[in-house]
């Protein structure tokens, strides 16, 4: 993979951060949020004649330079690189996806996050989820509830695994439904671990990202998200009010996606992109 040093600053800005530069636990929330509402989960590279790659230059300049954003192995990649840089220690981990499409996880290394040991504590950051994905780092040394707004994350520890768990949208509490979002071990592992899954994500029928175009980010009042040819924006309810979030659909025409990705995620995308939305096969293997 190509060596290259990263320019912080450069990045920073492409996050809209402008705080202090050092490791602290503010400094990562902030770091972990501006990264959430700026850079997008999106896989059109590989429906535009392009290909996701792990090469740290490759991902530095797509997302800083280009604007762009990227999968789990792009955004969290480059995250990682980012917090090693302003000093923090970050251990990669691989974790498997469970998909809301077949109700399974996905292989082993379907997944890539950071955990940052700091002052002695063990932070879960992950700027790669899309829609389910949080604001802020959750603590692994935390079983509990994790509340961020209008959600609400637990990790669950059973059988030697960990299981990131989320009620959307509304706060019942311990008792409430919980909806299982990924499962990790606490092994260490390095980028290049993951070049065979970012390989099938590309394309596997059984890959949501190769068998519908994607794209979402946080908004500050909500998330939108692209999704085979439809777009959602997606409001979140303002806490104390009571009221319920609103949410609004439509589909995009083949003539429309150039100037909605611009408009909605500041995506100028270098060739035509091909709409794409169908079925996602179940897994050949229950993980």
């Known amino acids: 993979m190509t060596q290259i040093e990263m320019d912080v600053r450069a990045y920073l800005s492409r996050i809209n951060y402008s705080g202090p530069v050092e490791p602290s636990l ?11 509402l700026s850079v997008p989960f999106e896989n059109l590279a590989a429906h535009s004649g392009g290909r996701m790659k792990l090469d740290p230059a490759i991902l530095y300049d797509k997302i800083v330079n280009q604007r762009r954003g990227g999968l789990c192995y792009e955004n969290n990649g480059l995250f990682s690189w980012l917090l090693n840089q302003v000093g923090f220690k970050v251990t990669v981990l691989s974790a498997q996806v469970k998909s ?20 002695g504590h063990h932070w879960l950051c992950d700027v790669g989820l899309g829609v389910a994905g949080f604001w802020s780092p959750l603590s692994l040394d935390n079983s509990g509830l994790q509340e961020q707004g209008h959600r609400v994350y637990r990790i669950r520890e059973a059988s030697g695994m ?5 009620q959307q949208e509304e706060n019942r509490g311990v008792m409430g439904d919980w909806t299982e979002l990924y499962k990790f071990t606490l092994e260490p592992r390095h980028v290049e671990d993951f070049a065979k899954m970012c390989e099938y994500h590309q394309s596997s029928p059984h890959s949501l990202f190769f068998c519908k175009t994607v794209c979402t980010v946080f908004k500050p009042d909500g998330r939108v998200t692209y999704l085979g040819r439809k777009l959602t924006e997606v409001k979140f309810p303002k806490e104390g009010t009571g009221n319920e979030g609103k949410s609004t659909t439509r589909e995009i025409k083949d003539d429309e996606v150039a100037e909605m990705l611009a408009e909605n995620f500041g995506i100028v995308l270098k060739s035509p992109l091909v709409q794409k939305d169908e079925p996602v096969a179940p897994p050949p293997f229950e993980y």
């Not at 503010?26 to 959430?36: A, D, G």
């Not at 960990?162 to 989320?166: G, M, N, T």
């Open 100 to 119: 809301r499409f077949s109700g399974f996880y996905g292989p082993p290394f379907d997944h890539f996050v950071n955990m940052v040991t700091l002052d």
């Open 26 to 36: 503010e400094v990562m929330r902030s770091l972990h949020t501006c990264h959430q």
């Open 162 to 166: 960990r299981f990131v768990e989320w």
